[in-house]
């Protein structure tokens, strides 16, 4: 059922152009919007502000959830390393534990769906970050996958 509503919000919105495209302007994206709410705000927050003490190992030595906002780091990686870290999980170097910190979301959502929040998430920083995130891309753009 939910990928049939996932299907039919993605024929609406137009998905395949989507702000990979630098022409389009970076309006809130109500897709990503939707994936984020159910998939990432839990841990780094519903405005991506993160999760409380994120600067600091928690207990079991891990870095807690980072915020995703201006406020965050996330505006600093590429569409494609972004596009990866969604698809594939991410272990963070820094914790003491061995598990992924960042699940991996390759079985549960579509390269669109990914593509989708990571656009949503452009919407939570500055222009200049955004700016800066988009010279980033340039060399290394969301994988043909998505498109």
Known sequence: MRSIVVGGLLALLGVPAMASDPRISLKPEPLGRVIYQQHCATCHGARGEGAPGWQQPDKQGELPAPPHNSEGHTWKHSD???????????????????????????????????????????????????????????LQPFPSETH
């Open 80 to 138: 494609a390393m972004l596009y990866r870290i969604v698809k594939q999980g991410w272990h963070d170097p820094f914790n003491k534990t061995d598990r992924l910190t960042m699940p991996a979301y390759a079985g549960q959502l579509s390269p669109r769906e990914i593509e989708a929040v990571i656009t949503y998430l452009k919407t939570l920083w500055m222009p200049e970050q955004r700016r800066f995130q988009r010279k980033e891309s340039r």
